[in-house]
């Protein structure tokens, strides 16, 4: 055990000189181009003011590719031999909306691009007038939209582009950040009570750490296959010690507005069990202690597991709500791994097997009472809008730069005709199939849907 943690301690140095020694070398106007970059990579070049990112691997919905996101950073992930064929000093330009890289660009390209970065700006200045609006589809259903966030710095966009509070908050980047498990409780309350006392009168979600997989610490457990491995609540109900005091400090902050607890990677009862065992254990002593907290805090869990998918009743018959998480349950779905470039055109959001457990969850959920969140990639792309919307979900929850495009979206429609959609997308054959069947439908509405779509901030 001892020699285990002088490891972790000297990894841990190791890490932090090589780190360092990068950090210096790197110009703030530099693009970064890697065959590969980790989570805390994304949070140090950030702070270097870096201008944009290119990998070789990875895929659109990995952890990296989000948060760079959330960072305003233009990335580009499985370009192949990019870091082989760049040199040091060639100017580049990263089109992460199309996906492509431009390597020593012609004076005309060059002028084309920054015609395209204007219109970029005019297109979400836009999209902005939608900001003050409700999301209510013409026949007057009502989705609410919260914002995905990681990062204290974002908070400031919550009211920039109209969220409904937050409907994710990833507690995971103030671990990574840290690069250990340790975190005290007072600097996790710190942290939480800002995201609550933030989102005002509407709900803070937090969720509670998700590492594994794409999320690793310096020091994490090494594995042969992490999606399938230590990791969500898995990771949490083996560190107890550790959940004990992260939910100390999130029941802690509860008393700064309204806050919902999420619970990832769950796939039995028994983690529910469990889990709500030590928030009770937790309730009990903070109320011995005096410490004031709300005691109606509501508790949900991620639905991106297939198996929790199906078994979806039992878990709305226990729970407040349910979000349903589609970058992994897509990729466990489809056996396809979402952070890898060379099966990235078999990761299909849209796939009729995804649709349906999507549908077997919010059904699920509504049959008791309880609302239904998606809070995936999926829920960002204001296409997918009409056929979520028809499933019934309540709540779409992405990174608030999307969310004004989502109300402008689902302000064009109503949820009698989308739900009609809905239902023949999920007796379609494959994602092709529910592709063309979206087409269909687009060209067959005199309202401007489709120009609203082409113009999207995404696609410019």
């Known amino acids: ?111 084309h691009y920054k015609r395209l970065q204007g219109r970029y700006v005019r297109v979400l200045e836009e999209q902005k007038k939608y900001v003050p609006l409700p999301a209510e589809t013409v026949d007057g259903r009502r989705i609410a939209l919260r914002a995905n966030l990681e990062f204290k710095s974002e908070l400031e966009l919550l009211d920039e582009f109209g969220a409904e509070g937050i409907g994710l908050f990833r507690t995971e980047m103030l671990f990574l950040t840290e690069g250990r498990l340790s975190v005290s409780e007072e600097d996790q309350y710190e942290i939480f009570r800002q995201f609550v006392e933030a989102a005002g009168d509407h709900v803070a979600t937090i969720r509670v750490l998700d590492l594994g997989g794409d999320k690793l610490l310096p020091v994490a457990h090494r594995e042969h296959n992490p999606f399938l491995g230590w990791r969500g609540i898995r990771v949490l109900l083996d560190k107890k010690d550790i959940l004990h005091v992260h939910l100390r400090a999130i029941m802690r902050a509860s008393q700064h507005g309204k806050l919902r607890i999420l619970v990832p990677m769950i796939t039995t009862m028994d983690e529910v069990h469990q ?20 005691e109606s805090v509501k508790l949900g869990a991620m639905i991106e597991v297939p198996s929790a998918a199906l078994t979806a009743d039992q878990f709305a018959t226990e729970l407040d709500f ?35 457990l999507l549908k077997i969850t919010i059904d699920a959920a509504h049959r008791q009472g309880k609302p239904v969140s998606v809070c995936g990639e999926m829920a ?46 999920l007796g379609a054959q494959d994602a092709i199939a529910v592709r063309a069947l979206l087409d269909d439908w687009l060209a067959s509405h005199p309202f401007d849907l489709q120009h609203i779509l082409d113009t999207d901030g995404n696609n410019v």
């Open 1 to 111: 055990e001892r020699a285990s943690d002088l490891l972790d301690v000297e990894e841990r140095i190791i890490n932090h000189l090589r780190r360092n020694k990068l950090l210096s070398a790197i110009d703030p106007h530099t693009v970064v181009v890697a065959e590969n970059l980790t989570a805390g990579d994304i949070i140090l070049f950030s702070r270097r003011k870096i201008r944009g990112c290119v990998m070789d691997y990875g895929g659109s919905t990995s952890h990296v590719s989000i948060m760079a996101r959330a960072l305003g950073l233009p990335t580009l992930v499985g370009a192949h031999t990019a870091s082989r064929v760049v040199s040091a000093g060639d100017m580049i330009i990263v089109d992460g909306l199309e996906g492509e890289l431009i390597i020593n660009p012609s004076d005309e390209t060059l002028k």
């Open 275 to 294: 889990f709500r065992s030590v928030l009770d254990q937790v309730v009990s002593e903070l109320t011995s202690e005096g410490i004031p907290f709300d």
């Open 380 to 425: 960002a792309d204001s296409r997918n809008v009409p056929i979520l919307v028809g499933l019934g979900v309540d709540e779409l929850s992405a990174s608030p730069v999307y969310l004004p495009q989502l109300t402008r979206v689902i302000r064009k429609i109503e949820f009698g005709d989308v739900s009609d959609l809905a239902e023949k997308a």
């Open 322 to 356: 349910l979000s349903i998480g589609t970058n992994d349950l897509t990729q466990y779905v489809l056996a396809v791994d979402r952070g890898n470039d060379l099966v990235a055109d078999l990761y299909q959001e849209l796939h009729p097997a995804v649709l349906r």
